[in-house]
């Protein structure tokens, strides 16, 4: 038996397998299965309120409903492919593969980081670029298993001024201040480091 | 005069002391502003316009055609080093130069797209000094529908860079085509898909879902992973760049220019089309296509040749017909009028010390775009032996950055964020992202093409193949398509077979 993968379902407990295949049926048909429903639902959904325009020919919802009929095409040929592919699996009575992960793959960072970038996107406004993008470059350096004190401190803030400098002070970017008070401390910071 | 001695001419003036300087002084902008993912080339032309205000019109547009001919390489610097392409063109670097980067051989692929955009950028130029005239009035036949037909046979090279998945990347390239569709449409000014948040009606900008798709997705996978940007190989990291090397991407590099040359002098068509068309095609020449993607020379040296050969051709229409082509040729249309030059067929009788100048400084700038893309491509490539989290850190802030800067809204902020977080699961279930981008870019071109067309010959959808030119494209399109899916579904056909036979192979 090969590392990384199971000699045929008729090796494993007869439930186990079952259960194995029903979810990598649903699995396989999830994606296609969703993809139709958008195709069929979102053109209902194209404009806020009902089209008032008589045009001659094609109107703005042509092109865009053109692509919704073919999303939902593709998806139920995707079906079918999927259904025949796990029909002639069965009937050739393969291996169940299991996906063999080439690294190591940590989700519980990846969720971890993508909970920070969202973090990030609902600071910046409100906190203002100078602190949100320290506390970032500080937290995700913290995620990424730096834990020198120095070198933490030195890359989130040189890091950020150079940011600040390249983009605020030569490209002349206007990257959010912040609100409030953090207005006022991002003002001043600016001032401080010249770029005001 | 002829024209040998017209661009001997040129040369003579672009040799000058103050010309030369200004040409290096673009290039370097170019190069760095095109590597900046974000802070696109046509961005860094349009800050340096008003600084050409003081400079003669000669100089004016060398200082810009540099930045434009530097910036359409930069952006594959980027591409190839970190897998985030600094401008949309350099999107096909991505999928060989980047796993080329990952094997170690991140040298070697620097080295090649090097070379490839230089020898396409030369030939371009080469084009554009004996060729204008002929290609110009080519052009001029070009209305809506051949625009329209030549967007398309950039959508359908996406079946060529789909592997043996056409549905799924047809699948994605619609869902990307969907997207584009997002906001005020073109013609009657109807918002779609906005579900009542006025941002919305603006759009979603490309630059916003690529830089998402590519950057974002690629640095959560960066920390996930722990993966140690450093060349893991030492072998191949110190492997010495032989000629042979590049002698083996001769005809890559050459089928590259060819199109380039060709699909630059096409009102719209631009760099991203030609790079993607090139891969497409080569993709199908080449003996190795069928493991394109996965780090394959020729992959990256057909769009690079590809992408910088439309920068020469793209100056034809501009200059013979006035025609800005491109954002970027646009810019120089504006720097020529306000510095008082009308482009146009007058132009060559007028002023052709000015227009072989020119001539001279693109074929110039493309020999010096050498030097100033490996000081670059140095200065990045130190970047690899930073520490994954803090590299990971600054190419999210470099991307919100870029994201932000496109129209200085923190929706757009918002909307890269959301395509990361989709680019990550596309990359964990292996759903194809590539011709999702190429819809968001091609989709709302294809789409004012398509309906201009219709509204032009009173809604006769005929006109797409009874037009010579256009009908010629799409029976292209149709040829390139057959030609990309027929292994896939001879393969398909005789698994049919053998499964009916009761033989499951």
Redesign the interface.
């Known amino acids: 038996m090969s590392e990384g993968r199971i000699e045929g379902a008729a090796a494993l407990p007869r439930n186990t397998a079952q259960k194995r295949r029903g979810l990598n049926v649903a699995a396989r048909l999830a994606l296609p299965g969703g993809l139709l429903a958008l195709g069929l639902i979102l053109p209902s959904y194209m404009f806020d309120r009902p089209l008032r325009i008589r045009a001659r020919g094609l109107g703005p919802d042509a092109w865009p409903g053109l692509f919704l009929n073919a999303i939902a095409v593709i998806a139920l040929l995707w079906i079918i492919a999927e259904l025949w592919a796990l029909y002639a699996e069965g009937k050739r009575k393969r291996a169940i593969p299991v996906v063999e992960q080439a690294e190591t793959y940590d989700y519980s960072k990846a969720a971890a980081a993508i909970c920070l970038l969202l973090a990030f996107g609902w600071m910046l406004p409100i906190v203002g670029f100078p602190i949100a993008a320290t506390l970032f470059i500080l937290c995700w350096c913290l995620l990424g298993g730096i834990r020198n004190p120095v070198a933490l401190l030195l890359v989130s803030a040189l890091g950020m001024l150079t940011l600040l400098w390249v983009f605020m002070g030569l490209a002349l970017m206007p990257l959010s201040r912040g609100a409030g008070v953090f207005d006022d401390f991002s003002v001043w910071f600016l001032r401080l480091v010249r770029i005001y | 005069m002829n024209t040998f001695e017209l661009l001997g001419m040129g040369f003579q003036n672009a040799f000058a002391l103050w010309a030369l300087l200004t040409i290096v002084t673009g290039l370097m902008l170019g190069v760095i502003a095109g590597a900046l993912p974000g802070?696109s080339f046509v961005n860094a032309m349009a800050?340096a316009l008003p600084f050409t205000y003081s400079m003669a019109p000669t100089q004016a547009m060398l200082f810009l055609g540099a930045i434009y001919v530097g910036g359409v390489f930069g952006g594959s610097i980027s591409a190839i080093i970190i897998n985030v392409p600094g401008t949309p063109a350099s999107l096909p670097a991505c999928w060989d130069g980047y796993p080329m980067t990952q094997r170690g051989e991140v040298r070697k692929a620097l080295a090649v797209a090097i070379l490839a955009s230089a020898v396409g950028g030369l030939t371009s130029a080469l084009v554009l000094s004996f060729a204008a005239a002929p290609f110009a009035t080519f052009a001029l036949r070009f209305s809506q529908p051949e625009f329209f037909a030549a967007t398309i046979l950039g959508l359908i090279s996406v079946i060529a860079i789909s592997k043996d998945r056409p549905?799924?990347s047809?699948?994605s390239l619609?869902?990307g085509?969907?997207i584009g569709?997002v906001g005020v449409?073109p013609?009657?000014g109807?918002?779609?898909?906005?579900?009542?948040v006025p941002a919305m009606q603006s759009g979603i900008n490309f630059v916003v879902v690529m830089i998402g798709l590519f950057a974002?997705s690629e640095?959560?996978?960066l920390?996930?992973?722990?993966?140690n940007l450093r060349p893991s190989n030492a072998a191949n990291a110190n492997a010495r760049i032989r000629f042979r090397d590049f002698w083996d991407v001769r005809g890559a590099i050459a089928r590259g220019s060819g199109i380039g040359s060709i699909l630059g002098v096409i009102p719209g068509a631009g760099a991203t089309p030609g790079a993607v068309i090139a891969y497409g095609i080569e993709k199908q020449v080449s003996r190795d296509g069928d493991k394109f993607g996965t780090g394959i020379m020729a992959g990256l040296a057909a769009p690079e040749a590809a992408k910088n050969a439309t920068t020469g051709s793209a100056m034809v229409p501009l200059l013979t017909l006035g025609i800005p082509g491109s954002a970027a040729t646009a810019i120089m249309l504006a720097a020529m009028m306000l510095h008082g030059v009308n482009p146009g067929p007058l132009l060559f009788l007028n002023d052709p010390t000015m227009v072989y100048t020119i001539f001279a400084a693109m074929i110039l700038a493309n020999i010096l775009m050498i030097f100033a893309g490996i000081g670059v491509a140095q200065f990045f490539s130190t970047l690899m032996k930073t520490?994954?989290?803090?590299l990971?850190?600054?190419i999210?802030?470099?991307s919100?950055?870029g994201a932000?800067?496109v129209r200085?809204n923190?929706f757009d902020?918002?909307v890269c964020?959301f395509f990361?977080?989709v680019g990550?699961g596309m990359k964990r279930?292996g759903?194809p992202t590539a011709p999702l981008v190429l819809g968001v870019i091609l989709?709302p071109l294809a789409?004012r093409y398509?309906?201009t067309s219709?509204?032009n010959y009173n809604?006769d959808w005929t006109v797409f193949f009874t037009r010579p030119i256009s009908g010629t494209i799409l029976g292209l399109a149709a040829v390139f398509a057959i030609w990309s899916l027929w292994p896939v579904l001879q393969a398909r056909y005789r698994?049919v077979v053998l499964?009916l036979a009761g033989r499951?192979g």
């Open positions: 802070v800050m549905l799924v047809l699948m619609s869902l085509i969907v569709t449409d013609i009657y109807v918002a779609r898909f906005t579900f009542g974002v640095v959560i996978d920390i996930a992973t722990n993966r520490p994954p989290a803090v990971g850190a600054f999210i802030l470099l919100i950055i932000y800067g200085n923190i902020v918002y964020l990361g977080l990550w279930i759903f989709g789409e398509f309906m219709l509204a809604q698994a499964l499951p």
